[in-house]
């Protein structure tokens, strides 16, 4: 058996084709593709406007600019990958790390404790982990009585539903951001966006892209001027039509994610491997996650990954709680309360989740995990 690993790309002829004809044209970065690509981006998650930048830590790091200031305190989740607080620091807020819910996400109750007895926190950062949509209701409500900014992080999540509400849509949001790489939805290589339905930060978001420039319609034609301090978060037009060719093909690539999780949830029930929460028909699942309470089993979890990889199965954990990590304990982090957060580390891990992943791949995977946590 070949390695299969956790995600992976897939992409056609006409993927190759969207890039090669980009490359033959004119423009190769700031062309026709970047606008494109953002207009039907806007038009699939139905959000007003979309800034596409290099990565998704860049679309973080813009958002974080234009919606926070130095020393905010945002409440944020230690179960996502170090990008999501990561942007916090960079424009020197603080990020306050809350525990999570059992499907994963931020906990918005904890949340609320937290508004209540801190009412100068300014923003939450919440993660819609794995694909599945933070509760929108509560969002929402959040929002409405203690007006804090809310960013979502869309980055595991595009394709998603709450109800009417789409991941990225920003309905209950200031901002959202989404991610490009290969293991995500759809890929551009490296790539990320940032939508909103604020006019006024679509506009500081076009600046920031590209160092803080302005250039209007009435200013000479050699003028530009420096409004503040961007950065270089271009995107080529290779990238965009290779976005655009594969946004064509992202509800069939979520509906084999969807076909797949339906297998390992039957494959999985009444079994001592459960699923972080079940296909409800909400989630875009960038991730399978499931958990496995190893203190009842005589194999540990170290002992799983190295038997599964020298199986050829890639499985991977996601996430190490972000809070624990050096830098951020070099910080003062650390100690924070967080059981279910700490329980679920112990607990998790992510198998395989693509949508070229075969059926019988994905047999072999449910196989082999069962032989060897037997
Ligand atoms: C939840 C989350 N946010 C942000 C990012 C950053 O995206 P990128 O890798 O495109 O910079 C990632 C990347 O894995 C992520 O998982």
Same mark, same amino acid.
């Given at each position: 058996m070949n390695f299969i690993p956790y995600g992976k790309q897939l992409l056609d002829q006409d993927d190759v084709n969207a890039v090669v004809q980009t490359l033959k044209s004119d423009?190769?970065?700031?062309?026709?593709?970047?606008?494109?690509?953002?207009?039907?981006?806007?038009?699939?998650?139905?959000?007003?406007?979309?800034?596409?930048v290099s990565n998704g830590t860049a679309a973080l790091h813009l958002a974080s600019l234009v919606l926070l200031s130095r020393n905010d305190k945002v409440l944020t989740t230690p179960n996502?990958?170090?990008?999501?607080?990561? $942007? #916090?620091?960079? *424009?020197?807020?603080?990020?306050?790390? %809350?525990?999570?819910? +059992?499907?994963?996400? @931020?906990?918005?109750?904890?949340?609320?404790?937290?508004?209540?007895?801190?009412?100068?926190?300014? $923003? #939450?950062?919440? *993660?819609?982990?794995?694909?599945?949509? %933070?509760?929108?209701? +509560?969002?929402?409500? @959040?929002?409405k009585k203690y007006g804090v900014k809310i960013l979502e992080d869309c980055a595991h999540a595009i394709g998603a539903k709450d109800g009417d509400v789409k991941a990225a849509s920003?309905?209950?949001?200031?901002?959202?951001? @989404?991610?490009?790489?290969?293991?995500?939805?759809?890929?551009?290589?490296?790539?990320?966006?940032i939508t909103t339905n604020s006019k006024e930060m679509y506009e500081q978001l076009i600046s920031l892209r590209a160092h803080g420039m302005v250039k209007t319609d009435a200013m000479k034609p050699w003028e530009y001027e420096m409004h503040s301090l961007g950065y270089n978060y271009r995107i080529t037009d290779m990238q965009c039509a290779l976005g655009i060719s594969q946004l064509d093909k992202l509800d069939q690539f979520i509906?084999?994610?969807?076909?797949?999780?339906?297998?390992?949830?039957q494959a999985f029930k009444n079994s001592i491997i459960k699923p972080l929460y079940y296909d409800d028909g909400t989630s875009s699942?960038?991730?399978?996650?499931?958990?496995?309470?190893?203190?009842?089993?005589?194999?540990?979890?170290e002992?799983?990954?190295?038997?599964?990889?020298?199986?050829?199965?890639?499985v991977q954990l996601h996430y190490i709680p972000i809070n624990k990590q050096p830098y951020y304990k070099s910080l003062g982090y650390g100690n924070e309360f967080t059981p279910i957060m700490d329980r679920y580390y112990e607990e998790c891990f992510s198998l395989p989740m693509f949508p070229k992943l075969s059926d019988m791949e994905q047999d072999y995977i449910i196989k082999t995990l069962f032989e060897v946590l037997r």
């Open positions: 423009y190769l970065t700031t062309g026709p593709k970047v606008k494109a690509f953002e207009d039907v981006l806007s038009k699939y998650c139905n959000v007003k406007y979309t800034v596409v996502s990958f170090l990008a999501t607080s990561n $942007a #916090i620091l960079y *424009v020197g807020a603080k990020p306050i790390f %809350v525990d999570i819910a +059992k499907d994963g996400n @931020l906990d918005l109750d904890l949340c609320e404790e937290a508004l209540i007895k801190d009412p100068s926190i300014k $923003a #939450i950062y919440a *993660v819609a982990f794995s694909g599945h949509m %933070v509760n929108q209701q +509560k969002l929402k409500y @959040l929002k920003c309905v209950n949001s200031d901002i959202s951001i @989404l991610s490009f790489h290969p293991v995500k939805h759809m890929t551009t290589g490296e790539g990320g966006a509906q084999r994610r969807i076909a797949l999780v339906k297998r390992y949830d699942y960038h991730l399978y996650v499931v958990q496995v309470d190893f203190t009842k089993l005589s194999i540990n979890k002992e799983l990954f190295n038997c599964l990889r020298e199986k050829s199965i890639g």
